[in-house]
C-alpha cells in the first residue's frame, strides 16, 4: 500500500485546507468541541465504509447510475450514524441537528469515491476514506478548540480559563462563537499550511 494514500490527506492534500471541500460543515459545528469531535468520527466512518462498498461494487455499477449508487451507499450509513447517534449520544445529536445527515451532501465523501474508490481495490479506498475523513476531522478539532477556549472559556464544556482571569477584567471574545470568526479561523488555517508547504518546497 502506497504511504501517500494516508499521509496526502493530513497535510498536503487535505480536503479542506487544500481542496477546500466540506467548507460549510466545517462552519457549522465548530462552537464546542465535542460536537466537532463526534462530526469528525462521524465523517470518517461514513467515508472510510462509503469508499469500501463503492470499490467492492465498482464493477458492477452501470456507468450511468453510478452517481445514484454513490448516494444510497453513503446515505445507507448516514442513516446508520444518525440512528447511532440519537441511540447512544442523544444529546450530542441533538446539538448537530440537521448537519449529521448532511454529511450526504459533502464533497468529499463523493469526491473520494469518484476519484478513487471506482478505480482502486478495497481495502486502498477504505484507507483513503479513513484518512480524508481524517484530514477533514483535524480542521474541525483545531477549530472547535480555539472557537469554544476563546469564546466560552471552556473545553468539552470543563471551565479552563480560571475564575480568578475574570475577576481580574479577562472577558471571552464572543466573536469566536459567531460564524464569521469560524470562517476567519479557517482562512488562517489554510495561509499557515501553505505558507508551511511553499517553505518545503524551497528547500
Known amino acids: 500500500m502506497d ?13 479542506v485546507t487544500v481542496l477546500v471541500l466540506g467548507i460549510c460543515s466545517a462552519l457549522a459545528v ?3 468541541l465535542k460536537g466537532a469531535c463526534i462530526m469528525a468520527l462521524s465523517v470518517m466512518v461514513v467515508t472510510a465504509f462509503s ?16 452517481i445514484i449508487v454513490q448516494l444510497v451507499i453513503v446515505a445507507l450509513f448516514v442513516i446508520l450514524v444518525d440512528q447511532i447517534l440519537k441511540a447512544y449520544v442523544y444529546s450530542v445529536s441533538k446539538m448537530l441537528s440537521v448537519y449529521v445527515g ?15 474508490a471506482l478505480g482502486n481495490k478495497p481495502l486502498d479506498s477504505f484507507v483513503d476514506g479513513l484518512f480524508n475523513g481524517m484530514g477533514y476531522g ?5 477549530l472547535a478548540f480555539f472557537r469554544e477556549l476563546l469564546g466560552s472559556g471552556t473545553l468539552f464544556g470543563w471551565q479552563i480559563i480560571p475564575e480568578s482571569w475574570y475577576a481580574a477584567g479577562y472577558l471571552n ?12 479561523l479557517i482562512g488562517c488555517i489554510i495561509w499557515i499550511q501553505r505558507s508551511i508547504q511553499k517553505d518545503l518546497q524551497d528547500k
Open 3 to 15: 504511504s501517500e494514500i494516508w499521509k496526502k490527506p493530513l497535510f498536503k492534500g487535505n480536503p
Open 30 to 32: 465548530t462552537v464546542q
Open 51 to 66: 469508499s469500501l462498498f463503492a470499490s467492492l461494487l465498482r464493477n458492477t455499477i452501470p456507468n450511468r447510475i453510478r
Open 102 to 116: 448532511l454529511i450526504i451532501t459533502n464533497c468529499i465523501i463523493m469526491g473520494r469515491i469518484e476519484a478513487y
Open 138 to 142: 483535524l480542521v474541525l478539532v483545531t
Open 173 to 184: 471574545n464572543g466573536l469566536m462563537i459567531m460564524p464569521p470568526m469560524a470562517l476567519i
